[in-house]
């Protein structure tokens, strides 16, 4: 039997979302595979290890410690290849984060490895990722060796939860030295609300909000729906919001099932973070915008007559 690693991400002693993802990942790569879930952080390693077996996971293996707090690429990397060595795994897949982006490929160097990055489904053993700015898919395969990939957040389902199911929760003691980097403090500037890379909706505004009053509103209407807020550069370059919130080519790259583009022209490099949504309804007051282009649902009109009559609708619903 095949044996696949599935790298739980936690963040403030709870898992990302993407942790599941990548456990549903692993199975649909091999339906046979022995999936066992990895966490590493510095706390609740047993309980988080148990969600990872409750979503979908064999077994699961922890390493606990207390360099494990924030993400640093030495520690990382140390309890990560403790974690490989110990497995001698057939298949890795973690999620195309931040730290992902970062770890995976040294973990990759390290073991001498290919890496397929980014991928946004497996279609029958084929990799498919987007590339150039997401205006083309490739498909690629792995002949021989390990199977490493990187999924992006928010596109292979994660399975259901199931209380029922347990398993092996195995802990690494591993001896994490050498850090290069030490992090003192993190000033999280995007912690209200709905994290943006993991929403399902997303409400995101443009130049055309014109102030940062004007995102009131789009505020409302996330509310309503549970969203998070985006932004395009041009709302961020004007100082209407911060860039944590940008979206596109040199900001977050997001999939959620909905997004609601608001005073947004539709730039190639903001269609690069979100081109590839399931559902875009753009709302833009010039007809001919871009935008329109890629959205499968579009209103011509102000977003300050249209937006708070959407949030007012949603509420009556
Ligand atoms: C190297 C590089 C990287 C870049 N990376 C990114 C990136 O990551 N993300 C990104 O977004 N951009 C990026 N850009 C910038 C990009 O080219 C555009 O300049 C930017 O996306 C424009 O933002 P916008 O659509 O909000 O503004 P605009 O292009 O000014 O569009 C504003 C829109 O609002 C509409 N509008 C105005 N008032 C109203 C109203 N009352 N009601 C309804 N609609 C209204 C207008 O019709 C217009 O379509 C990058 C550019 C470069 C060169």
């Known amino acids: 039997m095949t044996t696949f690693l599935a790298f739980g991400e936690a963040r403030d002693g709870e898992l990302r979302n993407l942790s599941f993802e990548t456990i ?24 988080l290890a148990n969600d990872m077996i409750q979503y979908g996971a064999d077994r699961a293996v922890v390493v606990e410690h207390d360099d494990l707090k924030e993400y640093t690429s030495d520690a990382y990397t140390q309890a990560a290849m403790a974690v490989i060595e ?15 982006k970062d770890l995976s490929p040294r973990l990759a160097n390290k073991l001498d490895s290919g890496l397929v990055s980014d991928i946004t489904n497996v279609d029958g053993g084929e990799f498919v990722r ?17 199977t490493f990939v990187t999924i992006r957040p928010n596109n292979i389902p994660p399975f259901e939860k199931d209380e029922n199911r347990s398993g ?25 609300g709905v994290d943006l890379s993991e929403a399902n909706i997303i409400v995101a505004g443009g130049r055309g909000v014109k102030s940062e009053e004007g995102f009131e509103p789009l505020y409302e209407l996330a509310d309503e729906l549970g969203a998070a807020v985006g932004a395009s550069r041009g709302a961020c370059d004007a100082g209407y919001c911060d860039y944590s919130l940008q ?16 005073g947004i022209s539709g730039a190639i490099q903001h269609l690069a973070g979100m081109s590839n949504s399931k559902v875009i309804v753009a709302i ?31 509420k009556a619903l």
């Open 24 to 47: 549903a990942a692993a199975k649909q790569i091999d339906e046979n595979a022995e999936v066992v879930g990895v966490v590493l952080a510095d706390q609740n390693t047993e309980n």
């Open 86 to 100: 110990e497995e001698d795994p057939d298949g890795i897949v973690m999620g195309h984060t931040s730290a992902g």
């Open 130 to 146: 987007p590339i150039y700015s997401g205006k083309a898919f490739e498909k690629k395969t792995v002949k021989d060796g390990l």
């Open 168 to 192: 092996d929760v195995n802990t690494l003691e591993v001896d994490i030295k050498d850090i290069r980097t030490i992090i003192k403090d993190v000033v999280r500037k995007a912690s209200e």
């Open 247 to 262: 979206i596109g080519q040199t900001g977050k790259v997001v999939t959620p099932d909905l997004y609601i583009a608001v």
């Open 284 to 314: 833009n007051k010039d007809a001919e915008a871009n935008i329109f282009n890629v959205a499968d649902y579009g209103i011509v009109g102000d977003l300050f007559d249209v937006v708070p009559k959407l949030t007012e609708e949603i």
